[in-house]
Every structure is written in structure tokens, then in C-alpha cells.
T-cell receptor
Framework: DTEVTQTPKHLVMGMTNKKSLKCEQH?????MYWYKQKAKKPPELMFV???????INESVPSRFSPECPNSSLLNLHLHALQPEDSALYLC??????????????FGNGTRLTVT | AQKVTQAQTEISVVEKEDVTLDCVYE???????LFWYKQPPSGELVFLIR??????QNEISGRYSWNFQKSTSSFNFTITASQVVDSAVYFC????????????FGKGTRLSVIA
């Protein structure tokens, strides 16, 4: 079983909807990440939080809004998405942040479909 | 520039065959870390191994073994006596100490093990 929990597992939303993806870890990790993965492609980094502060935003459109309420939780708020945003969204955590050597531990992902 | 190349897009083997997945990387950092992840159809990225740039010892874990050769910038992964449960996409990844990206992924190799 993964130690990074993501909810929901599947989400279908319209282009005018507002929804949120949630991620939780209880390993005491200090860095958390959002990745987007399209079919048959590697994961692409979206955001990195280190010690609850946003440290990396890979030029992600503002219709994706991350939030880190505390060191164990990471949310991704979605609003006015486009069909091309349909993908698997993966959350990950690691013991250290940028420049460290600890592996990233990934959740099962949320499979998002935008209609 | 940091780059990971997995030249094999898809591999099919018959159960009990040995299979090697190739990974070649590029980095100007003298200290870096290499990882292998497995992504089964369920979607989760499962961490398999981490290797730092100063440790060229090969590693064996059950049916899995890894061959790190700094001289050729390769970090290959061999599965011995493959099983159907090994069917997945395998990603090699590089974690440089410099730059913004916590993990640079290769494009992945899809392994199908046929009974």
C-alpha cells in the first residue's frame, strides 16, 4: 500500500466546474509535489512545496492552484479546466526538498477527465 | 543540461526470460542520484532503487539487479526470470543537485511479460 494517499481516484468534471484534488502523507516528509502525466508519457512536474512554502511553479496555468495547509496535506484546486487537462495527476513527497537525495514517494494518482 | 534516455520504448518477453532495461543519462553535476521507478497499470509510481554518483557497486535485490557504470553514464536494470507481475512501465530518473527540477525522468520502457 502506498504511504501517499490521493483522493479521489477518478474525477470527471465540466469546464465550468470547480473541484479539488487532495493528497496526504504521514511520513514526516518536508517536500510535496504535484505531477501531471499524460498517457504514454513520463510525469511532468507542476509544483513543489518545501516546508509548506511553494518553491517551484513550472509555469503552470492559473486554472491550477496549489495549496499546502500543513506539512501533511497538499491540495490542487481546479477551475475552468480544458479537455486537454485530462490526465493522471500524481502527488509525491520526499524527506528533503530541492537538492536533496531522498527518493520521491508517489501516490496512486487521480485520473481526471474534463468534458 | 540534464537528460535521461531510455531507448527501448516497449519490450515483450516470455515468462521466465531475463530482460535488461537500458538507461543512459547526461549531467554536468559531479554529484547526482539515479532512480528506477515501476508504474503498474494501477498508476502508482513505485520506487525501486536509488544510487548516488559515487557508488558504482552493482546491486541485487531478489530477481532485480542494477548495473551502474559511470564511464558510460549508464544505469541498467535487469529482471531475472521475469514474471507476469513485472509487466509495467519502468522509468529511470536523475536527481541533479543543481537546477530546479527534483527529478528528470526518461520516457519510460513498457515491459510486457507474456505467460
Amino acid at each position: 500500500d502506498t504511504e501517499v494517499t490521493q483522493t479521489p481516484k477518478h474525477l470527471v468534471m465540466g469546464m465550468t466546474n470547480k473541484k479539488s484534488l487532495k493528497c496526504e502523507q504521514h511520513m514526516g516528509h518536508r517536500a510535496m509535489y504535484w505531477y501531471k502525466q499524460k498517457a504514454k508519457k513520463p510525469p511532468e512536474l507542476m509544483f513543489v512545496y518545501s516546508y509548506e512554502k511553494l518553491s517551484i511553479n513550472e509555469s503552470v496555468p492559473s486554472r491550477f492552484s496549489p495549496e499546502c495547509p500543513n506539512s501533511s496535506l497538499l491540495n490542487l484546486h481546479l477551475h475552468a479546466l480544458q479537455p486537454e487537462d485530462s490526465a493522471l495527476y500524481l502527488c509525491a513527497s520526499s524527506q528533503d526538498g530541492r537538492g536533496g537525495n531522498s527518493p520521491l514517494h508517489f501516490g496512486n494518482g487521480t485520473r481526471l477527465t474534463v468534458t | 543540461a540534464q537528460k535521461v534516455t531510455q531507448a527501448q520504448t516497449e519490450i515483450s518477453v516470455v515468462e521466465k526470460e531475463d530482460v535488461t532495461l537500458d538507461c543512459v543519462y547526461e549531467t554536468r553535476d559531479t554529484t547526482y542520484y539515479l532512480f528506477w521507478y515501476k508504474q503498474p497499470p494501477s498508476g502508482e509510481l513505485v520506487f525501486l532503487i536509488r544510487r548516488n554518483s559515487f557508488d558504482e557497486q552493482n546491486e541485487i535485490s531478489g530477481r532485480y539487479s542494477w548495473n551502474f557504470q559511470k564511464s558510460t553514464s549508464s544505469f541498467n536494470f535487469t529482471i531475472t526470470a521475469s514474471q507476469v507481475v513485472d509487466s509495467a512501465v519502468y522509468f529511470c530518473a536523475l536527481r541533479p543537485l543543481s537546477g530546479n527540477t527534483p527529478l528528470v525522468f526518461g520516457k519510460g520502457t513498457r515491459l510486457s511479460v507474456i505467460a
